[in-house]
């Protein structure tokens, strides 16, 4: 799902193509998942564009918008899989186009087409694409400059990067002390921060060394200080990046977390720590266990599954052959055993079966009669020269 850095991404873009131009003319799909659960329909979109001259366009956390010269204003969000197309540019991250098939790159519309625009001379066109039709497209009635303070961006929280004025170490230390959830949970959530995903939320605990389902009113100051400092930071430099994850340090999480259950993954970070998922009510959450440690009570009902590597080094097949060999030995010498068993010269029989000394079958059993009650000898009855004193 696009983050906050990703959406910063298609802001700079549409900064850079669509701002200080007229659209010409807008055309959109009847799609109800898009538009219609908002009370906004794909012809409605269509006419709020055309003919509006775009003034400018911002973000707060994975909601972006467009403001025009007249109201009303489209406020847009990604959901899973969508994105802003621009004809003529790659606006997507490197990850993006590795998923798509080539005749698909260049294709105009693209595939999965939920509204597109054309603006005056010179002409840009621009589409909002969505195959899983998770994304939203609104429109908000209301002055350019207060659409923030409109449904649905006043019901969310502050932004970490556009919003340092709110979002502040204090702010953070009483969302975490007035709530009683996981951690990841509360970070994830769009009401308390604004902005955070899944990779985001797996990279700001790694980096403060948190365990992503210890409860969040478990943590001390100081590691509520590491917490704030480091979403400040990833947050930061992602958006700085526009979210192209090639730029982004070769230690952080996020270039490891992907592999789970693919082949050719790396089950391990560089510095050889293991990585391993945890899954909670059906969210998933990547972690390092060796760094990020639990200090406090963490939620029940965790699942841990290590992250297999597929790209260490195999075991050698030498050693699985010498475990054959050494079956096929043990069968051998079983059966060398018996043999020699059966080449032995028979003992005297006896009612009572002779028993061989445990630690050596080339000593002699002696075999002597012995008197019985009655006084005589009762034949095939053993009796012990260590018991007697006597050697045998």
């Not at 720590?273 to 266990?289: I, M, W």
């Not at 069968?331 to 630690?359: F, G, I, L």
């Amino acid at each position: 799902m696009p983050e906050i850095a990703e959406v910063a991404r298609i802001v700079h873009y549409l900064r850079q193509h669509l701002v200080g131009k007229t659209i010409k003319n807008a055309k959109a799909i009847e799609d109800a998942n898009v538009f219609g659960k908002v009370g906004t329909t794909g012809p409605d979109v269509a006419a709020a564009l055309t003919g509006k001259k775009v003034l400018a366009s911002g973000s707060q956390g994975k909601y972006f918008w467009l403001v025009l010269d007249q109201p009303p204003h489209p406020v847009m969000h990604f959901g899973m899989t969508g994105w802003i197309h621009i004809k003529g540019d790659r606006t997507a991250y490197t990850n993006y186009y590795k998923k798509m098939k080539p005749e698909e790159m260049d294709a105009w519309p693209p595939k999965y087409w939920k509204f597109q625009l054309t603006t005056e001379d010179p002409a840009v066109e621009v589409a909002f694409t969505d195959p899983r039709r998770f994304g939203r497209v609104r429109l908000v009635d209301c002055p350019g400059d207060s659409i923030r303070e409109h449904s649905p961006l006043v019901e969310n929280g502050p932004d970490p990067v556009v919003d340092t004025d709110i979002f502040t170490e204090e702010y953070l230390r009483g969302k975490m002390h007035s709530r009683h959830v996981p951690i990841k949970a509360l970070i994830l959530d769009q009401v308390v921060i604004s902005g955070i995903g899944n990779w985001v939320g797996d990279e700001v605990l790694y980096h403060s060394k948190l365990h992503p389902e210890q409860y969040c009113d478990d943590f001390s100051d100081e590691q509520i200080k590491k917490l704030y400092g480091s979403i400040r930071h990833v947050c930061q430099f992602a958006v700085d990046k526009l979210g192209d994850s090639d730029q982004f340090p070769d230690d952080w999480l996020f270039h490891h977390r992907w592999g789970k259950g693919q082949k050719g993954a790396v089950g391990h970070l560089p510095s050889g720590e293991k990585l391993a998922f945890l899954t909670v009510g059906g969210r998933t959450s990547c972690y390092v266990p060796e760094v990020q440690k639990k200090t406090g009570r963490v939620v029940p009902g965790v699942k841990e599954e290590l992250v297999e590597s597929h790209q260490e080094e195999p075991k050698p097949k030498k050693a699985a052959k010498s475990k054959a060999v050494k079956a096929e030995d043990g069968q051998s010498a079983n059966k060398k055993k018996r043999k020699a068993e059966e080449d032995e010269p028979p003992v005297k029989k006896s009612s009572s079966a002779p028993k061989k000394h445990p630690t050596s079958q080339a000593k002699a059993v002696k075999v002597e009669e012995t008197p019985g009650s009655d006084g005589k000898a009762e034949p095939g009855r053993r009796r012990s020269g260590r018991l007697r004193g006597t050697a045998i």
